[in-house]
Antibody, heavy 120, light 111 residues
Framework: EVQLLESGGTWVEPGGSLRLSCAVSGLTFTTYAMSWVRQIPGKGLEWVSVISGSGGSTHYADSVKGRFTISRDNSKNTLYLQMNSLRAEDTAVYYC?????????????WGQGTLVTVSS | QSALTQPASVSGSPGQSITISCTGTSGDVGGYNYVSWYQQHPGKAPKLMIFDVSNRLSGVSNRFSGSKSGNTASLTISGLQAEDEADYYCSSYTGSSTLVVFGGGTKLTVL
């Protein structure tokens, strides 16, 4: 059974930094690209970033480019999201999600999400 | 990249059919056959239902179907059931640096 388990969400002040983790089990981790998708509570979804299975290719939404860094440790089956220069508008539930098949644009497995609150 | 446009809410009675629209541009919905639909129940993670415009994920009821015309994609749910009450989101590949764009979501109420 494929399982994705996020952690690291908490309250942080504007301008602060935070690192989210996503532990993945039930699949051959290195085979798959992985993504982060966020959701403002009560609002819609926003794609954040994707990283290839090897970690050699990454893409970011314009809204986080230059502030967020996606990475992975294939020896630990874990995905990360380093978030710097956080803003109030980054407040959201952050999901890690596994792209389905060869496309990086559809997601067939999701974690339960971890809440990041950016506020003074 | 702007979010795709969905109606905020739709409703229907059990057994009826409803359609949720998802309007984008030639740079996303209209330019690629890479539209997906997700169902999200309160407090739960999204669940992929339809991918590549009209393909149902294995295990998804055939009451759910997808289509596309121009810059607008649609999700149709036939034979509405109480458990279909949820939020529905569309998404599309964009081919830009922001690879994926989502719709704002539609709340389906089964009367």
């Amino acid at each position: 059974e494929v399982q994705l388990l996020e952690s690291g969400g908490t309250w942080v002040e504007p301008g602060g930094s935070l690192r989210l983790s996503c532990a993945v089990s039930g699949l051959t981790f290195t085979t798959y690209a992985m993504s982060w998708v966020r959701q403002i509570p009560g609002k819609g979804l926003e794609w954040v970033s994707v990283i290839s299975g090897s970690g050699g290719s990454t893409h970011y939404a314009d809204s986080v480019k230059g502030r967020f860094t996606i990475s992975r440790d294939n020896s630990k089956n874990t995905l990360y999201l380093q978030m710097n220069s956080l803003r109030a508008e980054d407040t959201a539930v952050y999901y890690c999600a596994k792209p389905s098949g060869t496309g990086w644009y559809r997601f067939d497995y999701w974690g339960q999400g971890t809440l990041v609150t950016v506020s003074s | 990249q702007s979010a795709l446009t969905q109606p905020a809410s739709v409703s229907g009675s059990p057994g009826q059919s409803i359609t949720i629209s998802c309007t984008g541009t030639s740079g996303d919905v209209g330019g690629y056959n890479y539209v997906s639909w997700y169902q999200q129940h309160p407090g739960k993670a999204p669940k992929l239902m339809i991918f590549d415009v009209s393909n149902r994920l294995s295990g998804v009821s055939n009451r759910f179907s997808g289509s596309k015309s121009g810059n607008t994609a649609s999700l149709t749910i036939s034979g509405l059931q109480a458990e279909d009450e949820a939020d529905y989101y569309c998404s599309s590949y964009t081919g830009s640096s922001t690879l994926v764009v989502f719709g704002g979501g539609t709340k389906l109420t089964v009367l």
